[in-house]
């Protein structure tokens, strides 16, 4: 029988070695330049990485200096190593106009930070070196002040943690830095209000007392000045809140007289004006019916003169004002009137709570005055009895004495 080579595998033998038919060509000569393909792979897989990585590197940046916070990188030495947008104009770095020598200056700040008082920190207080032990600062943080390259002092809270390598040893810290000057003038002028309401309700139940010559026979009431608590209230209200001016006047329940208490803020000419405004004036001559509902039922208004009063009197200068009620025992008896110099103020409902309670403490002042007033009256009324009893008495010891002695 005839055999087919080109069947047989046998027949692709030379000396017993497979040869190379036309069907194996191709994957040698692709085996051949397999090492320049392997090469070209590698080089697309390295390139594409890169971008990649090029690519997660300019997000991050991105982020980073997209953040609202102050953001800034130290090494293990406690150097700035990056910082952020955010931080930069929190401490003034103007990288556009400023030299490297100012930059540095500016973060200088934060190498050296005191504490609320601004007394120096110690080195191992400093929130980097603690971070670079290993200590979290987390949620509320620890604030700490700096003195900034153009004289100002302000307090920032500082969060953080430190950095770590692949085997978990520290390499670095990261924090994260929050202006809260504001925050902590406010609170500071809060328990400096909380003192001085304290110290005026002290001073609330301390009637004045009465002093009696009896050599001349007469007696002084000790009257109420400019400088008593009326005065210290709206001069309290108005550094507590920044506010342009303040002012009190009572409210006669029947039939809603305004009075005049006490007002601070105002120049000489527009306090006399105000003064003289509500002489023998009443509510309705200003506000409109709607706005006195709401203050009878306790409700503060913020009233814009221009639109809102019935009756444009207002010539003293404030031209929008928050009207807070002042209610005690459940009357209406009196308002306590808040001008900001910004007209547009938003008032937040820690300013509103606290004007609040400055209006129940206005409360007890009117309540106050109307006491004194009535006790002077009443004072009056027995001083002139006992005059009365006394020549009466004189008149009869006289006539008893012509009696037994005719």
């Not at 709401?294 to 404030?318: H, I, M, T």
Request: hydrophobic share 40%; aromatic share 4%; net charge negative.
């Amino acid at each position: 029988m005839q055999i087919n080579r080109q069947d047989d595998p046998a027949a692709n033998t030379i000396n017993g070695q497979v040869g190379t038919t036309d069907a194996i060509k191709p994957r040698i000569e692709a085996g051949s330049n397999a090492p320049a393909i392997d090469r070209a792979r590698m080089y697309e897989v390295e390139r594409s990485t890169q971008t990649e990585i090029t690519m997660r590197a300019n997000e991050l940046e991105g982020m980073f200096e997209a953040m609202a916070d102050g953001v800034c990188i130290y090494d293990t030495e406690g150097n700035i190593v990056h910082a952020n947008n955010a931080l930069r104009e929190l401490l003034g770095v103007d990288t556009a106009a400023s030299s490297t020598a100012d930059a540095q200056l500016a973060y200088d700040a934060l190498m050296f930070p005191g504490n609320e008082q601004g007394q120096l920190l110690p080195r191992e207080k400093w929130p980097v070196s603690r971070i670079l032990t290993g200590e979290v600062l987390k949620e509320i943080g620890t604030d700490i002040m700096i003195c900034l390259v153009d004289g100002r002092e302000v307090i920032l809270n500082v969060t953080g943690s430190p950095l770590r390598d692949a085997q978990g040893r520290i390499n670095g810290a990261i924090t994260m830095l929050r202006d809260v000057t504001e925050r902590h003038q406010l609170e500071m002028r809060t328990r400096e209000a909380l003192s001085s309401l304290l110290a005026m309700a002290e001073a609330l139940v301390q009637f004045p007392n009465t002093v009696e010559d009896t050599a001349a026979g007469t007696q002084e009431q000790a009257l109420i000045t400019p400088d008593s608590v009326e005065q210290q209230l709206v001069e309290l209200t108005r550094s507590i809140l920044g506010c342009l001016s303040t002012g009190i006047a009572s409210v006669e329940p029947e039939t809603g007289i305004i009075h005049s208490v006490v007002v601070a803020g105002l120049s000489p000419e527009h306090e006399r004006q105000w003064w003289l405004d509500l002489q023998n004036s009443t509510l309705a001559d200003y506000l409109t019916p709607q706005v006195l509902a709401r203050l009878y039922a306790n409700e503060e208004v913020l009233l814009d003169f221009a639109k809102d009063s019935l009756v444009n009197r207002s010539n003293y200068g404030p031209r929008a004002l928050l009207i807070v009620p002042i209610h005690l025992w459940n009357r209406f008896i009196g308002i306590l009137g808040i001008e900001q110099s910004n007209k547009k103020h938003r008032y937040t409902e820690e300013e509103l709570a606290l004007i609040r309670g400055i209006a129940r403490m206005a409360a007890l002042v009117i309540e106050r005055q109307r006491l004194l007033q009535e006790q002077a009256q009443a004072r009056a009324g027995e001083l002139a009895l006992r005059e009365i009893n006394q020549r009466m008495n004189e008149f009869l010891s006289i006539a008893s004495h012509e009696l037994r002695t005719p």
